[in-house]
């Protein structure tokens, strides 16, 4: 079957930096998305890795090993407004989303 | 700014009654797609269309779901004989089309009660 893996549940202070894990077993690997996804509103497109590496953009970096079926995103400078669910989702060998649970950062000042 | 749009934005309904929910894709976007998330999970994948055509369906959909986009425009989808269990909020998202790897940009989701 297919499988993502994210903690449920972070907590991180104002300030700070914090990193989400995921964890995928897919049927194929296309790509991995992440996504924030604020409480009551809909995912909002952060980053897409394809090749192993480190993709930055501001204070969010997204990492990917394909060998190790992992990723990580990371944030920096936290900011009471980055509270929300993260969630990874990876595109499987049929073109699909396979969407973990998310993880719920909570940023306390 | 013209992003994805999904009307109503909230819908109360009696156990057994029909549902239909719109939504808006960005202007120029081929793909368009359905998902359900209950709280605590991520998205599910329900259905998705290339311009007008149905591409796949979820084996999760039951026939009482249906979707249409007749046009390759807007997109509807109806629930008929709805149950508590479909209570949940139902998202639409659409993309260019150009690649299999393009983003995906969601609408602010229509949330479904059903008592």
């Known amino acids: 079957g297919q499988n993502i893996d994210q903690p449920t549940e972070m907590t991180a202070t104002e300030g700070a930096i914090v990193q989400i894990n995921c964890t995928y077993q897919?049927?194929?690997?296309?790509?991995l998305f992440w996504y924030q996804q604020h409480a009551g509103e809909a995912p909002t497109f952060l980053s897409y890795?394809?090749l192993d590496g480190l993709e930055e953009k501001g204070r969010f970096s997204s990492f990917l090993s394909r060998s190790k079926g992992y990723s990580y995103l990371l944030l920096k400078e936290l900011q009471m407004k980055d509270s929300a669910s993260y969630l990874c989702a990876v595109l499987d060998s049929n073109y699909q989303l396979i969407w973990g649970a998310g993880t719920k950062l909570i940023i306390k000042p | 700014d013209t992003g994805v749009s999904q009307n109503p934005r909230h819908k109360i309904t009696k156990r057994g009654q029909n549902v239909t929910f719109r939504c808006d894709p960005i202007s120029e976007h081929n793909r368009l797609y359905w998902y359900r998330q209950t709280l605590g999970q991520g998205p599910e994948f329900l259905t998705y269309?290339?311009?007008?055509?149905?591409?796949?369906k979820s084996r999760l959909l039951s026939d009482r779901f249906s979707a249409e986009r007749p046009k390759g425009s807007f997109s509807t989808l109806e629930i008929q004989r709805t149950e508590q269990g479909d209570s949940a909020m139902y998202l639409c998202a659409s993309s260019l089309g150009r690649g299999e790897t393009d983003t995906q940009y969601f609408g602010p989701g229509t949330r479904l009660t059903v008592l």
């Open positions: 269309f290339q311009n007008e055509a149905q591409l796949e």
């Open positions: 897919t049927s194929g690997f296309n790509g």
């Open positions: 890795n394809v």
